[in-house]
């Protein structure tokens, strides 16, 4: 089997690309959240693959999958789980709950209310679970793929700012071409595609890349341009919120996996610009915020702001 990080990384690819047709680039930033061992946000309308992607991405990975469903009556101990009396020991026992895996599939995940979607948090920031006095670890590698509809739709509950920084990125998913949704039509002919894909990464081989990722090598000059545009959304007079720290570091932890998955031991511009609006959008707020619902006109402005900092030479 490979060992190389480059013929690894396209393995997975190529798997995930078997079933998910079309959106090679959609696959790529999938892959960099996973590098990087944090979590994406996909985010369209109902029926365009979100949760394909997702599980594409799970089953490509032998390791352990949970789904979890959002909905409006969805509790935190649904995700968590919770303490259950044993009358034989007359004590409570622990119950793990499904964000005990290596990818959880958090589908939905704005259906459900906002209490509920906080019960993800700690496990997504400190990879643990805390519950009656104990902290329970999560298994390495860990990973959250949550989908969401646009907070238009009727139903849905806006992630909580705190709760939206935890992804790396949100991705927007779009509908295919008219040859990719032929090619859809022909393959489904004998049902689900996915349901047939086997794993193409062992949990060893991707805590090996997340490894890797971290020995990426970033220069100064790409560290104060990367700062550059952290300081211009902080700047920016049509935002009320800029870059947080946490995102500061979000785009640099990115850009070290885009670099790997590039099959570079070091970042280049490129590798910031081009994730720049991913990492970014959701983690600024405008002056005009109504509720969310606003995602092409606040990437827009993160295009705009990057495509005015100097590129260093």
């Given at each position: 089997m490979?060992?190389?990080?480059?013929?690894?990384?396209?393995?997975?690819q190529?798997?995930?690309?078997?079933?998910?047709?079309?959106?090679?680039?959609?696959?790529?930033?999938?892959?960099?959240?996973?590098?990087?061992?944090?979590?994406?946000?996909?985010?369209?309308?109902?029926?365009?693959?979100?949760?394909?992607?997702?599980?594409?991405?799970?089953?490509?990975?032998?390791?352990?999958?949970?789904?979890?469903?959002?909905t409006?009556?969805?509790?935190?101990?649904d995700?968590?789980?919770?303490?259950?009396?044993?009358?034989?020991?007359?004590?409570?026992?622990?119950?793990?709950?499904?964000?005990?895996?290596?990818?959880?599939?958090?589908?939905?995940?704005?259906?459900?209310?906002?209490r509920?979607?906080?019960?993800?948090?700690?496990?997504?920031?400190?990879?643990?679970?805390?519950?009656?006095?104990?902290?329970?670890?999560?298994?390495?590698?860990?990973?959250?793929?949550?989908?969401?509809?646009?907070?238009?739709?009727?139903?849905?509950?806006?992630?909580?700012?705190?709760q939206?920084?935890?992804?790396?990125l949100?991705?927007?998913?779009?509908?295919?071409?008219?040859?990719?949704?032929?090619?859809?039509?022909?393959?489904?002919?004998?049902?689900?595609?996915?349901?047939?894909?086997?794993?193409?990464?062992s949990?060893?081989?991707?805590?090996?890349l997340?490894?890797?990722?971290?020995?990426v090598?970033?220069?100064?000059?790409?560290?104060?341009?990367?700062?550059?545009?952290?300081?211009?959304?902080?700047?920016?007079?049509?935002?009320?919120?800029?870059?947080?720290?946490?995102?500061?570091?979000?785009?640099?932890?990115?850009?070290?996996?885009?670099?790997?998955?590039?099959?570079?031991q070091?970042?280049?511009?490129?590798?910031?610009?081009r994730?720049?609006?991913?990492?970014?959008?959701?983690?600024?707020?405008?002056?005009?915020?109504?509720?969310?619902?606003?995602?092409?006109?606040?990437?827009?402005?993160?295009?705009?702001?990057?495509?005015?900092?100097?590129?260093p030479?």
């Amino acid at each position: 089997m490979a060992s190389d990080p480059q013929d690894l990384i396209e393995q997975l690819q190529s798997n995930i690309c078997r079933v998910v047709l079309g959106k090679g680039e959609v696959v790529r930033l999938g892959i960099v959240a996973l590098l990087a061992g944090e979590h994406v946000l996909l985010e369209d309308v109902p029926g365009v693959g979100k949760t394909l992607v997702g599980k594409a991405m799970a089953r490509s990975v032998s390791g352990q999958f949970h789904r979890i469903q959002f909905t409006p009556d969805l509790l935190p101990a649904d995700i968590t789980g919770s303490s259950l009396y044993n009358s034989l020991t007359r004590e409570f026992t622990f119950s793990r709950g499904p964000i005990f895996a290596n990818i959880v599939l958090a589908d939905e995940i704005n259906r459900a209310t906002p209490r509920t979607q906080s019960a993800l948090l700690e496990a997504m920031s400190e990879r643990q679970v805390s519950a009656d006095g104990q902290t329970y670890p999560l298994p390495r590698p860990f990973m959250v793929i949550a989908t969401q509809n646009p907070i238009e739709f009727e139903g849905t509950y806006p992630l909580p700012e705190s709760q939206l920084d935890r992804f790396l990125l949100r991705i927007p998913v779009g509908l295919p071409q008219r040859e990719v949704e032929l090619e859809v039509l022909t393959s489904h002919r004998e049902g689900e595609p996915v349901d047939r894909l086997e794993p193409a990464l062992s949990c060893e081989q991707i805590v090996t890349l997340q490894e890797a990722v971290r020995q990426v090598a970033v220069e100064d000059s790409i560290n104060g341009y990367l700062l550059d545009i952290v300081q211009a959304t902080r700047r920016c007079d049509e935002l009320h919120v800029g870059t947080s720290i946490r995102g500061s570091l979000a785009l640099y932890r990115a850009a070290q996996a885009a670099a790997l998955v590039a099959g570079r031991q070091y970042v280049v511009p490129d590798d910031v610009k081009r994730l720049a609006v991913p990492v970014l959008s959701h983690r600024v707020i405008t002056k005009s915020y109504l509720h969310g619902g606003q995602r092409e006109a606040v990437e827009a402005l993160i295009e705009r702001l990057v495509d005015e900092v100097p590129v260093p030479g």
